[in-house]
């Protein structure tokens, strides 16, 4: 009877655990690039529909290398090395298959209106001076706004934004504004107790792929979370921002909104604006209304900046509700970083004299506090 | 081109003997195959029956120039049936030269890219540590084997291996991936209890990484005989049992040439 020698299987754990993570980053990668797709759908087949048409319109031609600029309003956010030497790859192996897409300049160059990475491996890494290429002219119709569904929302008042927005996230994760808002302030909440908030706002030039591996190394483990953070990522916005400057925008009153959309109201002011609900005011809706739409008038026809708006609207709530006591900031911010420290468990990296003096002044606090 | 390399953490598991196989093998039906040998101890050399190379005709004249001009150097081993880069002993300097070179790990890639080679196959040998030269191997390869002999260092030299290929390939940003094609138990002796034991819990293992495992390549005394006259054992000794040991691995990667062989066409 040969003796039984110890399993092998122990020492292959950490290679398990690499495997392992190594396709759970593939398969939210597989996501990403399906996200991007769905991003728009019509894009890849409108491209191969027009290179098909130029091709047979004005045919292929050879263009210098040097000639061809890129795009400054290139729909991709990022264009990594990787993807650069995996083109030129296929391009060693395969040679150009796609003529890429120009648009004549008057200048005499050209500027790229599809393929920037192929042109990228073909200059800078394989030294081509010449790439196959077809010609179309500066477009400003259905390619041109396929494009620019790409581009962020650069033109857009913040509440067509933030509706802009919530379509495609609801579109990417079947979120109705309303859930989204709960998920998001969630899991904003959870990063910013843990601080991880500003690697978050980083994210936003980065890669896609970066994007998923980041947002798997901060943990975020729900999947629907996960989707939603990457579905505004993927936009180029900042989900904090998100949260703070354009979901708001969605519960406007009628009267702000309509301010906002037609009359050039800006996102700041509308926020500022919004305050003057009933409840606060504590009065009905009618009176809030009127209130709301002379002060908005007020800021539209005098072009108040932020502060002066906010000072405005702290007048007409002080007509309201008068407060009885001045509040004051140095309160205000010691409630706040007692808030921070408690959060963030940071007394447990004080040292013990820091705690003493610490536990002295807040007894002392608690005294003047309990006195009558 | 389809690029393989053999990689083991581990000294003497049976790297060149399968490279040398494998390369022999997959000739033999009619594809043309190279076979680099980046290990500076150039054990290939006694392989394939070839006298050691001078180090300006040698790879790490290859990876040490600045100034490549496509002088791959190779020599026809076994009347020509397959071509081989031979190492030298300076190729352990130009390693450690190469880590503080720019786009050191790249180096075999870069090369390959501006001067590929004419050939269907190749094959890359590496040397036992996991270091620069096994980079360069990684990053120039689309598939990967992995021959162990089993006992406890050459497995734990395995395992060590598989969690490095996926790291280094990460942090080389290799796109796509080389893939692990399959693990390889080496020098197999079926009288061994160990051997036996381990060939049996091996295949659950490699599941859970997604790897296949190969059948054994048994241990032979004429593995040793065949390497001193320079030959693969089917020139050696044709119709020895232990040629068939190839033969899976073999019919593998011939239908993966032939798979790329047809992309291309189309």
Known sequence: MPRKFP??????????????QQKEIDTLRAEVEQLRAKHSPNLETELARLREQLTSQTGEMEVETDLIDPN??????TITDAEIQKKVRFLTQQGQTVPIILIPQENGRYLIFDGEVRWRAAKFKLGWEKIKAVLVPMPDDLHRSALETFLGFEDLNPLDK?????????????????????????????MERSGQIKELGKLVDASSEAQAAKLQSLEVTDDLALKLLLSILHMGLNPASVKTQLLPMLSLADDLKEAVRKRGLKGAHALILATLSAKVLKTNEKIAAKERIKATQMVLSQDLTVAKTRELVTDIKAKYAPSTAIESKKITSLIKTLGVVIAREELQFASPEQLVELRQKLTEALEVLNKP | MLTISILANA???????????????????????????????HSLDRFCGLPPAEAEHSMSQILGTKNFKGEWNLKPAWDGQVLVGQSHIDLAQVSSDLATRRRGSYTLRDRLQSHPIACDLLVLDCPATLGMLCENALGASDLVLVPVQLEPKSIGGAADLVAWCITASNELQLEPRPKIQGIVPSIYNKDAAIHRQ?????????????IQVYPPIRYSKEFVNTSAYGLPLYKYRPGHPACDDF????????TILKKTHAQKVS
């Open chain 2, 11 to 41: 000294g003497g598991v049976g790297k060149s003997t399968l490279a040398i196989h494998l390369a022999y093998a997959v000739s033999r039906l009619g594809f043309s195959v190279a076979l680099l040998d980046l290990d500076p101890q």
């Open chain 1, 162 to 190: 933030a509706e802009a927005v919530f379509r495609q996230v609801k579109q990417d994760t079947e979120l109705d504004p309303a859930k989204a808002f709960t998920l998001l302030n969630t899991c904003l909440r959870a």
């Open chain 2, 198 to 210: 381990y060939l049996e819990q091996l295949p659950e293992i490699a599941a859970q990484l997604d």
């Open chain 1, 7 to 20: 399993e092998i299987a122990d020492q292959f754990k950490s290679a398990v655990q690499t495997h392992s």
């Open chain 1, 72 to 77: 400054p309003s290139q729909p991709r956010q």
């Open chain 2, 247 to 254: 033969e899976a691995i073999t019919r593998d990667l011939v």
